[in-house]
Structure formats: structure tokens, C-alpha cells
């Protein structure tokens, strides 16, 4: 990431006392820079942390740090993926810079920050999604497929934890780009590794087998499938009742078939694109995402 690098001194990251680097010290010193106020400490993870941070005209955003030397080629695929999007349920970045801290560099991003939680915090506390929220939820998760699709974007982590709602509660916003693949440029993965970048559950076969030659907007259709069926009945489309995820994840990776109680979910209640939308096989599902909002649209009403 390119930055100012201002070379501040005299606040430095310090070390929890179990010995995490802790990086609230960085946040106020750019927000000093940056003439933001300081929030609060939002979120960890294992190369960031998190801060809501406000800026001169009230709007709150998310300060995300990176912990020294954790730039990588992937972090810069994230970042140039994002800045190429503009869409309304994608989060929109608003700046990337780095400082210097007692000559340690730390890059930062700014982005818009949507204060309504996950979609994963809201099911996991209320449960199923009634037919009146799934149809927008899937409508605007569709036209998001279509973006990334125009720009040669795979997003590869779509699941409920990585869309935002919004303050008003039914808008979603996906985030988390960090194992974004850019059709147009070469794969970071390597092709001997046993499983593609992925959060098991939610991923598509050709990504549980790293069959990289089979990655494309069909692969977060699935996803997509996954997360929409889990959505609306709180199951996965090919877990048998009573097993663990494990054994769902390797029925997904082995190519089986969808549960006969999903199945049935999905046809009474009219759903059963979801089926095609969680095939096997790349070619058996939806071909373009036009394809795919409008028969979703059409079962829907969405």
C-alpha cells in the first residue's frame, strides 16, 4: 500500500499481557493525522485490528490496522478489488494510507462503517428469515453477484457472518475481501494445495478441491445457495439430519447429493432454485446472474 508516511514518534504498539499486540496506540495516532475522533475498539483478526473512528462531519467508519509487516499480495488484491466496486450492498472504501511509528510502517483502511451487525448475529439470535425478508435479501445479494461478475471478481467467502446489515435492519452490505480471486490476474493459491481459500460450510466443491480452472461467479452462486438456504430454513442444503459439519463439508467437497429434508424445504415453499443455484457442478448452476435474478425475482416477488 502506498502512504504518507509521516514518521510520527512516541506512541507505539505496546503488548497485551498476553502478549497481542495491541494497536489502539496506531488508531489514535491516525486519527490525530486525520482530524478523526476515536471511537472505540471494534474486532480483531489475525493480521488487523478494528476501530470505529468518526469523522469531521459525524459520519463513523471503520479503522482497520494492519499489525506490522502483515501487508501481503493478498491484502493488495483485497484492497484494489475494493476500490474497484461501487455498488450499494458492497462496503465502500474510503481511503488507504500507511504511518510510520518510531520507523515501523502500519498500513491502515478506511470504510464505511454499518452499525445493524451480521446477518449471522441475527439468525443465530432470532433464528429463520421469514419469505418477506429472504426476497430482498437474495434480490440484493444477486445484483451484488452481477457486479463482482462485470468486474471479473470472486468474492470466495460469501456466508452470513460476512454480510452487514444495515442501520435499518434488511439492507445488507457484503464486506471482507481478503480472499477476493481477480479473474484477470494470476491465482495466489497454489495449485498442490488440497483446498482453495475458503470457509468450508459455505464453499463451493470446485473450492473445497482447489479446482481453480472451475473458479468463477458460480462459485459464490453457491455460496450464495448455501447461505440463503440456511437463511430462510436454518439448514444446509446437503447436511442429513444429525450429522456434524465436517461430514456435510466432505459430502459437498465429494460431489453427493443435496438432503432429502432440504429438498423438500426448498420445493414447499417454492424455492427450488436454490437446488440449481447449490449444484455440484459449475455448468449445472444458473449461467449468468441475469439468469439467475430473474427466476429468482419471478419465485420471489423480490
Known sequence: MAGRGSGVGGAGPMLTSGGREDLQPVAHLICE???????QHQGEGSFKQVFQVRDTEGEVLALKVLKAGAASSR???EIEAMQRCAHPNIVALKAVSRIRVEQVA?????????????????????????????APLGHAMIDVLAHLHSLRLVHRDIKPDNVMLAEDGSTPVLVDFGIVRD???????????????????FAAPEQL?????????????????????????GVHPFKCEGEAPDSTVARVA???????QFLELADGNGLLCLSEMTQV????????????AAVWDSTTGG
Open 33 to 39: 493525522e486525520r482530524g478523526l475522533e476515536f471511537v
Open 75 to 77: 491484502t493488495e488484491r
Open 106 to 134: 502500519y498500513d491502515y483502511v478506511l470504510e464505511t462503517f454499518v452499525q445493524g451487525g451480521t446477518l449471522g448475529d441475527r439468525l443465530r439470535r432470532e433464528g429463520p428469515l421469514g419469505r418477506a425478508e429472504i
Open 183 to 201: 479473474l484477470s490476474a494470476s491465482s495466489l493459491t497454489h495449485t498442490w494445495a488440497n483446498r482453495g481459500p475458503a470457509t468450508p460450510y
Open 209 to 233: 478441491n482447489n479446482d481453480k480452472h472451475l473458479i468463477d461467479w458460480r462459485t459464490d452462486q453457491f455460496s450464495l445457495g448455501v447461505m440463503l438456504t440456511y437463511a430462510a430454513f
Open 254 to 260: 465429494n460431489r453427493g447429493e443435496h438432503s432429502r
Open 281 to 292: 457442478w459449475p455448468v449445472w448452476r444458473y449461467r449468468l446472474p441475469q439468469e439467475l
